[in-house]
């Protein structure tokens, strides 16, 4: 079964700071991986997803990811934090064809003034 | 275009008393997932439900049940409420075809047990 792994449950950065969160599947065929946002008492926002194709995939509001089949990661990357990018975000993974989304456990993003 | 629409938005219930969420999905789609969020944790896989039927079924007790209209639009209930079903409870949809698994989020329904 496949499960997502994320490291370090709360991240914090300063303005302008790179922003690195990261995620690690387990999959025994290749998935499709997801990134969501959650802002507090809001549902979840797609950020950005990888299915096939290119390995490094950008999304929304300046942020990228890069699936790294070797290293069975899909670290979530923005070169420069803003303020409004305090969330909760989660990395997801689906097997194709499956029918659900696995979740990580999430990561709390934190950006100092 | 209206997206994925949840009802309430917040309530409060008793330990054994039974309640009843209500989604309306995406325009244009067809297939209704929900998902249990605890406090602080991820979302979990609840079911899910296409043309009226439940195809899929996580990890969780009989308690939980659905239902899906000809809409498309969707029910979650769950029966003998314990205080360990306090959640947010999201509804996700998707559209026809198989996709790439992307699904769009309501807001969720937030239950208090008490």
């Known amino acids: 079964a496949q499960s997502v792994t994320q490291l370090g449950s709360h991240v914090s950065v300063s303005e302008g700071a790179l922003v690195l969160l990261r995620c690690n599947y387990s999959s025994s065929v290749p998935p499709y991986l997801f990134w969501y946002v959650q802002y507090p008492n809001q549902g979840l926002q797609l950020l950005l997803k990888y299915t096939t194709g290119a390995t490094l995939v950008k999304g929304i509001n300046g942020f990228e990811a890069e699936f790294k089949k070797s290293e069975t990661s899909f670290h979530l990357t923005k070169p420069s934090a803003h303020m409004s990018d305090a969330a909760e975000y989660f990395c997801?993974?689906?097997?194709?064809?499956?029918?659900?989304?696995?979740f990580g456990q999430g990561t709390r993003l934190t950006i100092n003034p | 275009d209206a997206g994925v629409t949840q009802s309430p938005t917040h309530l409060i219930k008793t330990r054994g008393q039974q309640v009843t969420l209500r989604c309306s999905p995406k325009s244009g789609h067809d297939t209704v997932s929900w998902y249990q969020q605890a406090l602080g944790q991820g979302p979990q896989f609840i079911f899910q439900y296409y043309e009226e039927e439940e195809r899929q079924r996580g990890n969780f007790p009989d308690r939980f049940s659905g239902h899906q209209f000809p809409n498309y639009s969707s029910e979650l209930n769950v029966n003998a409420l314990l205080l360990g079903d306090s959640a947010l409870y999201l509804c996700a949809s998707r559209g026809p075809g198989p996709g790439t698994g992307e699904l769009f989020f309501g807001e969720g329904s937030r239950l208090t047990v008490l």
């Open positions: 997801a993974v689906v097997i194709q064809g499956a029918q659900k989304l696995v």
